[in-house]
């Protein structure tokens, strides 16, 4: 699997979403230092269980879809005769 990455642009935002939960829900204040390590260690340590989640989820979305499909197909089916 290749590396979890974020745009210049997305980990900003994620770097201050960090800080705005540890000063709300904590009652910390943390550096821009802090949330960058802690974003690095969910995106490595954390991240891949829920891309994971996120695969299995699809897998079972584009099954149902298949299913759907095939049925569909076999609604299409005409009536053949069996002897000749």
Known sequence: M???SFSRE??????????????EEL???IG?????????F???E?????????LYDAQTLIAERM??????????EKPTSGGR
């Open 42 to 44: 969910f995106a490595e």
């Open 10 to 23: 997305e980990q900003d935002v994620l770097v201050q979403k960090i800080k705005l939960y540890f000063r």
């Open 27 to 29: 009652n910390q204040d």
């Open 32 to 40: 821009q230092f802090d949330a960058q390590f802690l974003l690095t």
């Open 67 to 76: 299913d759907s499909i095939t049925d569909a197909l076999y609604e299409l």
């Open 2 to 4: 290749s590396k979890i």
């Open 46 to 54: 954390i991240g891949p269980f829920f891309y994971n989640r996120g």
